[in-house]
Each structure stands twice: as structure tokens, then as C-alpha cells.
């Protein structure tokens, strides 16, 4: 695994992003909003998805390595009050960082993308708890009407986190082989290849580094590439904004048949 933030720094940033989002949960003129990127979920469906999430993944690390996630045994109900269900949200997330910082980030720990580019290691899942609870606080900024871009250091390594956690695997694509790219306006690109031996992802010369930019020229050229920002390119891959926010050039129909796939798993 290749990463931006030490471990120590995610830890930060986890704390940083939980509570930019205990502020917009507590800026909210009701917790009964409707979320516009999650349409299924009011505020609080989202509030109660974060603090249950962040118990389970607390008691998943202090498992260890194990055939399965835990769950948290005895926690209590999200609380409909407002004041309780912030300070709930906040012994929630302590929960998640206290058994991150005791396990450290080398030890192994369950997680679901075994067949990734990702370790199952608790720096991994640290990684990707960020990233989560990153997304999930631009979904309750943008229900309160104040959405904010991803922090620059955060979004760069989750374009990277997205592709070699969630994309990433060994299932063959059942399309003809190609790649995308990814290229933030912050000067870091990605490549994506899709093919029989599956998906893998890889970092790439940013446009214009190289004199002759193979990523992007000639036979080796990618089927599709995506320009923005780091923020962009994240909330773009987690279907928070559309497609026309970005610049995209090639056969843009590639996103669609990558949105459908269902590796084996």
C-alpha cells in the first residue's frame, strides 16, 4: 500500500472530519432533513450510520485478524436529542481512534476487500475510515446547505484509496481490456487498468511531466480520462457529483459499465 498520510496524521484528519460533521449535524434546522446524496436517509439516518459504523469498526480492530467484522455488544441506541446524539457521534468515533492508536497500523485486522490492492491491516482501515467519514461529512454539509471541497491532503490520497481499495481485484472485467485515468488538477495522476487478470491501479506521470506522455498518447492510451480536483475526482467516484462538474475525455460510457460491474467476490 502506497500512501500520502502517515498514520498518525489519518488519525488527526478522522478526528478533524468527525467533527466537521457533529457541526453540520448541529447547524441543521432538523434532524428529519432529507440528505440529497443519500435520498434514502434523513440527517439522522445518516448521524446513526456514522456513530454505528465507527462502534463496529472499533470492535473489529481489537479483534485482530478474524473471519468475520464484529460488532460492538451493548452500545447504546443512537439518541433522538440533539445535544446527546452529538455527544454520542463524538464517544463513537473516540471508540474507533483509541482502538486504532492501541493496535498500530501493521496489525492485521478483517476487513472486506480481501482481493484488493489494500492490506488488511489497521493502516488500511484507518485509510478508509477517513475517506468514509470525508464523504459522509460533504453529505451532511451539503443537507444543511454549506458544502465544503474535500481537504486538498485528504481528497489526493482518496482518489488513490478508492481505486486500490474499492475498485482493485482479481475478478476478470467482462469488457474488452482498457484503462482509465484519473488526473487531479493538484498536479497527481492515476491509471486504472481493467482487464481478464481484473482491475489494479497504479500512479502515472501527471500530463505534461514527461515529454512524451505515454499514459496518455499512442496504443497506451487510456479508454477514458477524468480531470478535476482531488476533490472532485472523490466525490465524483462516490457518485456525489455528476459527471459534467468534471472534464472528462474518451468514451465516458467506460464509468458506466464500471458503476455496473460486480467483481466475484
Not at 482509465?180 to 481493467?194: I, Q
Request: glycine fraction near 8%.
Amino acid at each position: 500500500m502506497t500512501t500520502t498520510l502517515a498514520f498518525p496524521v489519518l488519525l488527526q484528519l478522522i478526528d478533524e472530519r468527525s467533527n466537521a460533521f457533529r457541526a453540520a449535524v448541529a447547524s441543521a434546522p432538523s434532524l428529519d432533513v432529507q440528505v440529497p446524496t443519500c435520498p434514502e436517509w434523513t440527517l439522522f439516518d445518516l448521524a446513526q450510520h456514522i456513530g454505528e459504523g465507527r462502534r463496529d469498526w472499533a470492535a473489529t480492530v481489537a479483534a485482530g485478524p478474524a473471519p468475520a467484522k464484529s460488532a460492538a455488544e451493548g452500545a447504546p441506541a443512537a439518541p433522538r436529542e440533539r445535544e446527546a446524539l452529538l455527544a454520542w457521534l463524538a464517544e463513537s468515533v473516540e471508540q474507533l481512534l483509541d482502538a486504532l492508536r492501541k493496535a498500530g497500523p501493521d496489525r492485521g485486522c478483517w476487513t472486506w476487500w480481501g482481493a484488493s490492492q489494500s492490506p488488511q491491516t489497521c493502516g488500511a482501515v484507518a485509510r478508509h475510515q477517513l475517506q468514509q467519514i470525508t464523504v459522509h461529512t460533504y453529505d451532511a454539509q451539503i443537507t444543511v446547505g454549506a458544502p465544503e471541497p474535500l481537504p486538498a491532503d485528504v481528497a489526493l490520497d482518496g482518489v488513490e484509496e478508492f481505486l486500490s481499495t474499492c475498485v482493485a481485484t482479481t475478478s476478470a472485467w467482462p469488457h474488452k481490456p482498457t484503462a482509465f485515468d484519473f488526473h487531479a488538477t493538484e498536479g497527481h495522476s492515476w491509471r486504472l487498468t481493467v482487464d481478464g487478470d481484473g482491475a489494479r491501479s497504479t500512479r502515472i506521470p501527471a500530463p505534461g511531466t514527461t515529454p512524451v506522455a505515454a499514459a496518455d498518447e499512442g496504443p497506451n492510451a487510456a479508454g477514458v480520462s477524468v480531470r478535476g480536483t482531488a476533490s472532485e475526482l472523490v466525490l465524483f467516484v462516490y457518485d456525489r457529483i455528476p459527471a459534467d462538474s468534471l472534464r472528462i475525455d474518451g468514451d465516458a460510457g467506460l464509468f458506466d459499465l464500471l458503476r455496473a460491474w460486480e467483481p466475484e467476490e
